[in-house]
T-cell receptor, first 114, second 114 residues
């Protein structure tokens, strides 16, 4: 079945630095990938929709200059958290779909900003 | 605004019990309703429902959708400790201009005690 790989699984960084998270579709091409964020005891909140070859579509309240999304190829989307602050500490998950199939999720990245 | 409400938020049962998890929704342009199971990391797909009244079944789990009343239930019979997880309901909104998105409920945390 379709597999989505996300890397790294866990990252700790200092406040003010930038962190890049990669999301790859391993055995299929994904024209669209989705980035979610999940705070403790909260549900998954859609941050943005990443479209191959074009700009990402951000949800209301998500700063596009802070969360940079690049979808340079049909198998790779990246999320860069720029100038990270402790309040950005969260669980970030990417997902992708093939055609009309359900979303497949990566294993997520636990970001801790100190 | 799209809304997905799950109940109960938390449930503790004993092995062998049967549980019913609820999900009600309001979306502008319904495409599908999905159930996911989330343990420590990313959600894993359980069911995708698009038509009313047709039960989907997988082992001890089953789910059904009522598009008139805008809700779905997930049943788990003969629960086991391995069923302990957060169960997420998500509804897909077709959006406009192909901008579909998946809106998640807050989840039901199920704990099955031996």
């Amino acid at each position: 079945g379709a597999v989505v790989s996300q890397h790294p699984s866990r990252v700790i960084c200092k406040s003010g630095t930038s962190v890049k998270i990669e999301c790859r579709s391993l055995d299929f091409q994904a024209t669209t990938m989705f980035w979610y964020r999940q705070f403790p005891k909260q549900s998954l909140m859609l941050m943005a929709t990443s479209n191959e070859g074009s700009k990402a579509t951000y949800e209301q309240g998500v700063e596009k200059d802070k969360f940079l999304i690049n979808h340079a190829s049909l198998t790779l989307s990246t999320l860069t958290v720029t100038s990270a602050h402790p309040e950005d500490s969260s669980f970030y998950i990417c997902s992708a779909r093939v055609g009309n199939s359900p979303l497949h999720f990566g294993n997520g990245t636990r970001l801790t900003v100190t | 605004e799209d809304k997905v409400v799950q109940s109960p938020l938390s449930l503790v049962v004993h092995e062998g019990d049967t549980v019913t998890l609820n999900c009600s929704y309001e979306v502008t342009n319904f495409r599908s309703l999905l159930w996911y199971k989330q343990e420590k990391k990313a959600p894993t797909f359980l069911f995708m429902l698009t038509s009313s009244g047709i039960e989907k079944k997988s082992g001890r789990l089953s789910s059904i959708l009522d598009k008139k009343e805008l809700f779905s239930i997930l049943n788990i019979t003969a629960t086991q400790t391995g069923d302990s997880a957060i169960y997420l309901c998500a509804v897909e909104d077709r959006g406009q201009g192909g901008s579909e998105k998946l809106v998640f409920g807050k989840g039901t945390k199920l704990t099955v005690n031996p």
